[in-house]
Every structure is written in structure tokens, then in C-alpha cells.
């Protein structure tokens, strides 16, 4: 019988599960936007890095859909709101939690 075990939740590897997913994210960003634009500012890598996971998502929509290299690197943060997986806006500011 095969042991199930969520990769996100042990402490072990949490570390190593963000860091990779962060690295993936941050590659396939550089691959969508070299696609459209071609060629990239040499200092793009270093501040994708800087990024949170949320951020680095929203850069990801932002580069498959914005016109202009600068559009899609730009960030809007507005405190308080995640966007969830399926694509909406989650409130995480709500009154109880």
C-alpha cells in the first residue's frame, strides 16, 4: 500500500517545496516574457527573486496578457487580498481571521 505524504505540510521539506516552486515560477516567467518581448533587462532574474509566491503569480497572469514588457512587470499590491488559484480575489482581511 503506498504512503501519501503532502509535501507542503512536513516540516522537512516545506523549504525545499517553496523554494523550488518559487525557482519554477520565476523561470516560466522569464520563458513567457522572452517569448513576447525577446530580449530581457539583465537585472529581471535577481528582482523576480525578491518576489513573494502571490506577487510572482500575478506577474505570470500580467506577462501572458499585458502589451508592453513594463505592463507586466508591474505589481499592483493592495493589502490584504491574495489572489486564490482559481484566479479570483480572496479577501484575507475579513473580520475572524
Same mark, same amino acid.
Given at each position: =500500500? +503506498?504512503?501519501s505524504i503532502d509535501l507542503e505540510k *512536513? +516540516?522537512?521539506l516545506r523549504g $525545499? !517545496?517553496?523554494h523550488v516552486r518559487r525557482d519554477c515560477t !520565476?523561470? *516560466?516567467i522569464v520563458t513567457v516574457l522572452r517569448a513576447r518581448f525577446g530580449r530581457? +533587462?539583465?537585472e529581471l532574474n535577481d528582482r523576480l527573486q525578491t518576489l513573494s509566491q502571490g506577487e510572482l503569480d500575478r506577474v505570470m497572469v500580467q506577462s501572458a496578457t499585458s502589451a508592453t514588457l513594463e505592463e507586466a512587470l =508591474? $505589481?499592483?499590491l493592495i493589502p490584504g487580498i491574495e489572489t486564490s488559484s482559481g484566479g479570483r480575489a480572496a479577501d484575507n482581511n475579513r473580520k475572524g481571521k
Open positions: =500500500m +503506498p504512503i *512536513n +516540516p522537512l $525545499v !517545496v517553496e !520565476v523561470d *516560466n530581457l +533587462p539583465n =508591474m $505589481v499592483a
